[in-house]
């Protein structure tokens, strides 16, 4: 059973671009989590999605930040327009169902570096 | 507004030392607590979690309690080992965001460990 599988795992971007992340969830998950972990910082909540639907995204930047997760394929978090200050590491964790342990399983990150 | 310290930032022991990392939250209304180790330029690895119910959890050598009154939990490792060497981590969920947003971990962070052989 493969875990929460992020790619890709390092991405390189100049200030402008466009960062694409991706996030499988663990076999049976159908909870996402996006987290961000910024240099000397600890990690903070972006947004959580079921499929199809973002349940909660009070954590995420109001402007160029986004997030889906579709009936099909991995969640995405979009970064439009990257500035050096969005140079961090993107974590993605996955949850079973809401009436679990709360629980939850975090993937190996997708580090950004903005240049 | 629940804020998350664990203290010390970093600490390094000898093999063989049991040693003990700290937490401390400032609302107890917390629906559970977990502990997560981080290597370097790794995900996080689930360790412990603590159901708000639950006083104590183990597995192998490491032991976590919890404290809601107080806003504390404990990580104790016995018998140190260098591989043990990495970041740990402690999130707690506040209990009125598990209805509406379950993975709303908030995380201290975390205190850097170095085991020496």
């Not at chain 1, 910024?38 to 959580?48: D, H, I, S």
């Not at chain 1, 997030?67 to 970064?79: H, N, T, V």
């Not at chain 2, 990392?21 to 370097?40: E, G, K, M, V």
């Not at chain 2, 708000?52 to 990580?75: F, M, P």
Request: glycine share 10%.
């Amino acid at each position: 059973n493969a875990g929460v599988m992020q790619n890709p795992r390092h991405l390189v971007r100049r200030r402008g671009q466009e960062a694409r992340l991706r996030c499988s969830p663990m076999k049976g998950h159908s909870h996402v989590y996006w987290y961000r972990q910024l240099p000397e910082e600890g990690l903070k909540f972006m947004v959580y999605l079921q499929k199809e639907n973002i349940i909660d995204e009070s954590g995420m930047p109001k402007e160029r930040f986004s997030a889906e997760f579709p009936k099909e394929g991995p969640s995405i978090l979009r970064i439009q327009q990257v500035v050096r200050g969005d140079s961090a590491a993107y974590f993605c964790a996955s949850s079973p169902n809401r009436r679990n342990t709360g629980e939850l399983f975090f993937g190996e990150g997708s580090r950004l570096t903005v240049l | 507004k629940q804020e998350v310290t664990q203290i010390p930032a970093a600490l390094s022991v000898p093999e063989g030392e049991n040693l003990v990392l700290n937490c401390s939250f400032t609302d107890s209304a917390i629906y559970n607590l977990q502990w997560f180790r981080q290597d370097p330029g790794k995900g996080l690895t689930s360790l412990l979690l603590i159901q708000s119910s639950q006083r104590e959890q183990t597995s192998g050598r490491l032991n976590a309690s919890l404290d809601k009154s107080s806003g504390r939990s404990t990580l104790y490792i016995a018998a140190s080992q260098p591989g043990d060497s990495a970041t740990y981590l402690c999130a707690v969920i506040r209990r009125q965001d598990y209805g509406g947003s379950q993975g709303n971990l908030i995380f201290g962070k975390g205190t850097k460990l170095s085991v020496k052989p």
